[in-house]
Structures are given as C-alpha cells and as structure tokens.
C-alpha cells in the first residue's frame, strides 16, 4: 500500500482531529474528501463494530441540498422511484440516473419539507448533474452543497450511547426516519441510518463547530460501552450487500442491474429523466445481476480492479468487492453475473491476484 | 501520512504497473483515480524533472468527449472564452463556469474537428454537469468519458526522446497544439503541453493495450537520457504558477479572482451559461485573487488545508498551496488576497501548522 499526500483538494472534516487521534491507519477519498477505512485492522474494527459500538466520520457522504418550488419536481426527475408518498421526515434510498438509465449514484433522500431536501450522496459530483438539470430545464430551485457532516454511531450498542446524549427518545426513530434533536443549543437531523448492517444512526452536524464537541462527547458518554472510532468496514459491507457506488457499479449499469429493481417504480415515477430507457429493462429484467459470490480457498486480498468471472469456458461477470469473512469463514464477494449463470449454487470460475478460484453464486448476501 | 486503502473506486490506470515498478512512494486520488505524487522524493523528483526528463502517468486526466451537430455550441455554453476562432488541431485552456459564474473545472479543450471535442478536465466530475446542461437544453450532442489516458513527456530533453519514438517531425508541434502520430499502427493525438513549467508533451493514449509497450519503450529510448518516471510536481507547478482546480479555487470563485481573466471573453462569448453573471466583474474587477506569495522561515509543510493570511490586523485571504523551494530559497505558495493587501510587496501573515509566519505578496510567479 502507498501513502496518500495531503493537500486541500483531499478536504479535511470537522472531526479530522478525532479520528487522527484515535490511530486511523487508512483513509480512501470519497467526494474529494478523507473517509478513514482502517483504525486497529480491518479484522479488528470488524469484530469490534459486532458487538459494541463505533463513532464513525462519514463527512464524506456530502449533502446535495435543493430548496424551493420546483424541489420535489427536481427530485423526481432524478430517480425512477415513486416519491409521491413521501412524507417529510423520511429517509429514501434512490437510484439516480441519467437519460439512458446508468446509475449517477445510489444516495438517500432525506426530505425536510416539502420545498427542502437534502441527497445524501455516494461517490460522485451529483451537485453538478443536479445543478445542470435545473439550469436546462429552468427549474425555480436553489441547489448547493450545504455544510453538513453527517456522523455515524453504529453497532448493536449505538442505541444507548446516543439515548445518553439526546434523550431517551432516540429510542423511539424508526429505521429510515428522522426527528430533530437538540445538542448544545443546536437543533440536529438524526436518523436510523447507517452503511452497516448492525444498526445505527447518522447525525447531521451542521457547521464545523460542534464537530469535535459532540465526538468527544460520544466517546465519554461510552466509555463503559467500549465506544472506538471506527469506519465503514468492508468485511462487514460486503457480507450484508451493502453496495459501493463506484466499485460494484458505474453509471454503465442500470438500477436493476444493481438489484435495485426494487426501488425503481418506473410505471408510476412521471418526470425521471431515465424512465423512458428504464421501462423495457423493468419490463423484461436485466440480462446481468450484482450476486453474492462465496470464493474458496484461503482469504484473499482487497479488490482494487475487476477480477473476471467465468463459466462453461467463457466470460460471465467480475467480481468487484471481496474480503475474507472471519465469521462465515469464506471469502465474501460482490460480482455481477451474466443472467446464464447466477442461479443460486452455480459454480464459476474467478481469477484473483492469487490465480484462479472456485467460486459459487449465493442465494443472498451473509448477514 | 496515511496509507490509502485500494479498491476499484480509485481506479488504476494502462500505466499502473510501470508506476509501481518504478518505485511510486505517494499518491494522490483525482477525477477518482490513481495519480502519483512522489517516486524517490520530492526534492529529488525536483532537480530530476528541471535537467533530465520524466514519463508522466497523468491518466487522471480525463477526457470528456462532445460529439455531434451541436459539440461547439454546447462547448461555448460551458466557458466564458471566446472559441469562435479556434481551429481543428489547438488545445484552449478554458475556465468552466456555472450559471453564477463560479468555476466548475479549469481543463484545457482540445479541438479535434468542428463537431468533436475532448475536455481535458482537472478533478470534477465535469461530465456530470456537461450530461445535464446538454439534457436540460435538448442539445443534439453525444457525451461521454472515452477510453483515453494521458501520458506526459516532461523536462529539457523531453523533445529529444519524443522525437526518437515518434520521428523528427514532433519537434514542430507548437505550444499547445497537436499532431496526429502513429505508435504502432495506431494513431494517437500528441499535443505539446503538460503541468509543468519544463517543457513537454502529453500523448493521449486511447485504450489500455498501448499503455505498458508506450511506456516501456519511452524508457527503453530514453536510456542515456536519463529518463525516470515522473509526476506533477508540488513545488515546481507552485513556482510556475499553475493552479490546481479543488486546492486554489472551487466552485466558490470566478475566473477572474484565479487570475484568469484573459482567459474570459465575457462581451463576446455568447451563449456561456455564467456570462451574465460574469459581466459585471469583468468590468470592476474581482476583490480578491489569487497571488504568489513567499513565506519566510524554514520549510513549511504541504498545505493541507486553508492557511489563513493576515494584514493590518485582519483577516485578508488565504493560502493554499506552498512549498520549500531549493533553487529559489524560500518557501513558495499561492493563495487568495483581498484587494486592500494584494499590491506586490504587501507584508502580511500567515498562520502555518508551525505558527505565524511573515509572507510578502510577490509581483508574480517564480518560474
């Protein structure tokens, strides 16, 4: 592994000096700013994510925020994802697409009224497509990247660490929700949210002042529930199927593609710029799929390029996410298969820096 | 520093494995791929890069390729640079605004016929914001990041091994324009240029097969030479002046405060989307902008984020990249000043990771 050189472009975030001070050892960069991806070991901040609880910088999910009477407009032309029943104070998960279907990004939508929104997104320039849009389409909407960081507490104790700092009525959000609530003074968006699978919340930190505060806070408040910095732990993702824009799709891929199918209501989402090239794929399914993918043999290394997939002798797929799962003992994997060979049990072929692997397509993701 | 977590979000490039067997020591992440930043050291690469020449794998600079009837109206939409005069075979560095005249990118446009343009774009998902302006304004124009990867030939004797690989007749290539040269029965565009004050070329390379035979032989050739690999320097792109889109401006500031207002044409570029918002500070000028500015003292470190800049007891601007110079003897930066401390000789204060510092506006760059 190479070192990484600061500078501006690479954006500090308002708990950069928590989180060099508890040890990060590895960073990636995500909207040109710092995401820490290792504290102890990737292995150890896995263990520890399971059975405690970590306060995590995730400033690097950057808010798009529109603002407005054509805000809800702007939003529906952005996902195929009906949101007609949505109400203020929900959390959604949209596909974005552009006018050929291709995923933009797969951020969530947090609605704070009507003619407000934040678009909580994953690793690309969205504000651009976003800003673009509005400006061709001459939509009456403000759009700008506000300052807000969100703050992760995630793990299966995350529920009573925060319950000491906002009350024990952050007991009573529901998964995909958010209230407001109070810190120092300041009035915060907290949601049951989170890029793990072991439960959690994000706040919305707005400012930079009250960044080190509340991270010091959190870490007092815990200290009897063994709360460690931590990080969205790519173990942990890959066994639940958390997907990473980015690495397990691109904007060559359509949300169904992604197995986000679910999540595009392309009869009903009048408006999405990609819902006239959606609908055939929505109507006949996507030829190729992202599968859980089980590679034997001992642990493989991270995944920093394709590794093809083959099968019956040719070309079916890439795997793009793989880590070694210490809890299922096998290689956990993230590819997209070829429609002729993702029947759960089909066994593939994998070339890993370590040389080909035995590989076999799950029924669904570990955890 | 920190180590930088691999995965295939930060993607490598047709040159990563010379890179890597050369001896990269840092890297950066731009337009979300891999970009070198140190090989022996960067004092070393230095004195290396201004008396021998360097290969550089500056893949990171992605193409953004408008083709169609309608490339070079959608092209003028994006910059206040007048391009009406601008011929098949030149390369135009063009400030990229938003409709509030902030800037986007600063690429450099390289014109390869009437309807077909490559954006050779700095670290934003520039493609984003061409994607939804030539939507929103139902522009007949295909858009899309083509299989392109730049390598750059920089230093003294950069002609001398160019022309070896490529014949004699690339000495005649002119600042910045280009050729079309074949490699091994391909054609590939070669326009001189690069970010560096040394002299050189960038040979756009399309696809990923011609990447490590290009590379191999430009070592081979450039033996005697004393060819090593390269990368955009810190501290000679600080002497010279060249700006770095995310670390000396964002989306925040004008052409005009980055000092690149000769680059605007604001009266006559008709149909530049931020020309209205433009017009009136190309008239009264902008209140601040960037300047060269000597820091005193011993070596700073690399400036990872804002350093704010001081004057008559107030705060006056900032800097934002800076550096030790060897040949000039004094740390070297760039940064944002307001117009009441600008005037070469001004004596203001900055306040370093190492404490406060004298620093004297410069009447221009070093180099």
Known sequence: MALISP????????????VEAAGVK??????????????????????????????????????????????????????????????PGRCFYVPIVDETGG?????????????????????????????????????DVLIDEPDVSPLAVQGPKAEDLMARIFGESIRDVRFFRFGLFEYEGQELAVARSGYSKQGGYEIYVEGSDLGMPLWNALFKAGEDLNVRAGCPNAIERIEGGLLSYGNDMTDDNTPHECGLGRFCDTQTAIGCIGRDALLRVAKEGPVQQVQAIAIDGDPVPGCDRIWPLYGSGRRVGQVTSAAWSPDFETNVAIGMVRMTHWDPGTELEVETPLGMRKAVVQPGFWA
């Open 103 to 139: 995923m933009l990004n797969d951020p969530v939508a947090v609605k704070l009224a009507e003619d407000r929104w934040w678009i909580s997104i994953a690793d690309s320039d969205l504000l651009l497509w976003v800003k673009g849009i509005a400006n061709g389409w001459r939509l």
């Open 7 to 18: 500078s501006r472009r690479l954006r500090r975030t308002p708990f950069s000096a928590g």
């Open 26 to 87: 590895a960073y990636t960069i995500y909207n040109h700013m710092l995401l820490p991806t290792v504290f102890e070991s990737l292995e150890a901040d896995y263990h520890h994510l399971k059975n405690h609880v970590q306060v995590w910088d995730v400033s690097a999910e950057r808010q798009v925020e529109l603002r407005g009477p054509d805000a809800a407009r702007l939003m529906q032309m952005l996902t195929p994802r009906d949101l007609r029943g949505m109400l």
